[in-house]
């Protein structure tokens, strides 16, 4: 079965920082992979996703992830943070069994200092 | 702007009391998902719907149960709602496929006294 492990539960930035948020997944074949925002008391907004078309994946708002298949990972990244960043980000990876379930990480909550 | 809707936004009930989440999508998706979250934490699959008269129970049990009469509406009912199910309740919905990503409501946030 398919996991997704987020390396950290927390991060903490200063603003105009860079923000790294760590993604491992285990997966015997190549998944497709996704990242989600969610704000306070909002559901889940994609960020962006990997579909094998490019390793280097951008999205909206500034992120961008890179898939690195030798070490089965799918970090989040933006050069500079920004006070509206602070949320919930969810690592996600589609289930080798059943493609349209898709299986959740923990959640990392980004904390952005002014 | 989220064209899948749930209903209510917030919702206190006392124990014992049924209740019925409304979620709707208008976006013709075949595939519909509940999950459940608690507070700073990951979600759960509680059930799932493939089209419709197509239900399954997800990855977490739970006592609720779902109905997919038409492509846009996928209601979850508690038949009796206990203290142990207050949590953040989303809807979510996907074409088929799986690099299709998964749209989500605003959630339903239940609490049962």
């Known amino acids: 079965a398919q996991s997704v492990t987020q390396l950290d539960s927390h991060v903490s930035v200063s603003e105009g920082t860079p923000v790294l948020l760590r993604c491992n997944y285990s997966s015997s074949y190549s998944p497709s992979l996704f990242w989600y925002v969610q704000h306070p008391n909002k559901g889940l907004q994609l960020l962006l996703k990997y579909t094998s078309a490019a390793t280097l994946v951008k999205g909206i708002n500034g992120f961008e992830a890179e898939f690195k298949k030798s070490e089965t990972s799918f970090h989040l990244t933006k050069p500079s943070a920004h006070m509206s960043d602070a949320a919930e980000y969810f690592c996600?990876?589609?289930?080798?069994?059943?493609?349209?379930?898709?299986?959740f990480g923990a959640g990392t909550i980004l904390r952005v200092k002014s | 702007e989220a064209d899948i809707y749930q209903t209510p936004r917030y919702l206190v009930i006392g124990t014992g009391k049924k209740i019925t989440l409304e979620c709707s999508q208008t976006m013709g998706h075949d595939k519909m998902y509940w999950y459940q979250q608690d507070p700073g934490m990951e979600l759960h699959l509680i059930h799932y719907?493939?089209?419709?008269?197509?239900?399954e129970k997800g990855d977490l049990s739970s006592e609720s149960t779902v109905s997919r009469i038409r492509t846009e509406h996928f209601p979850l009912t508690l038949e009796s709602a206990r203290p142990s199910h207050t949590s953040q309740y989303l809807c979510?919905?996907?074409?088929?496929?799986?690099?299709?990503?998964?749209?989500f409501g605003n959630g339903t946030r239940l609490t049962v006294t």
């Open positions: 996600v990876v589609s289930d080798q069994s059943d493609g349209n379930k898709l299986v």
């Open positions: 979510a919905s996907k074409w088929d496929g799986e690099d299709s990503p998964l749209h």
């Open positions: 719907s493939y089209g419709v008269n197509s239900t």
